[in-house]
Nanobody, 123 residues
Framework: QVQLVESGGGLVQAGGSLRLSCSAS????????MGWFRQAPGKGREFVAA????????YYADSVKCRFTISRDNAKNTVYLQMSKLKPKDTAVYYC????????????????WGQGTLVTVSS
């Protein structure tokens, strides 16, 4: 079992920046591919970004490419999502995810989910 706890959400103005953190506990962190999904009000959960097991590879949704950066600190069992140039359409609950066996955009591939942290971008 892996427990994931997100933090860092909040209210920010359009054009601003915010960094989300996800702390993992329970197993060897580097054995897990990590990622972020989000769910906007009234919409389904969508892929945002992912980091491979060792962190050597990353992948982004087109909607956030060049604005968001995923990174991980395996020594601290933490994955981050640095968000910049935020837009109102980025408003959503952001979820941290983990998987031992899958790295990609499919939400069903991730076995572990955090409780989510709300990001609100005002115009």
């Amino acid at each position: 079992q892996v427990q994931l706890v997100e933090s860092g959400g909040g209210l920010v103005q359009a054009g601003g920046s915010l960094r989300l953190s996800c702390s993992a506990s329970g197993r060897t962190f580097s054995n897990y591919a990590m990622g972020w999904f989000r769910q906007a009000p009234g919409k389904g959960r969508e892929f945002v970004a992912a980091s491979s097991w060792g962190g050597g590879s990353t992948y982004y949704a087109d909607s956030v490419k060049c604005r968001f950066t995923i990174s991980r600190d395996n020594a601290k069992n933490t994955v981050y999502l640095q968000m910049s140039k935020l837009k109102p359409k980025d408003t959503a609950v952001y979820y941290c995810v983990a998987s031992e066996h899958y790295y990609g955009t499919y939400r069903g591939g991730y076995d572990y989910w955090g409780q989510g942290t709300l990001v609100t971008v005002s115009s």
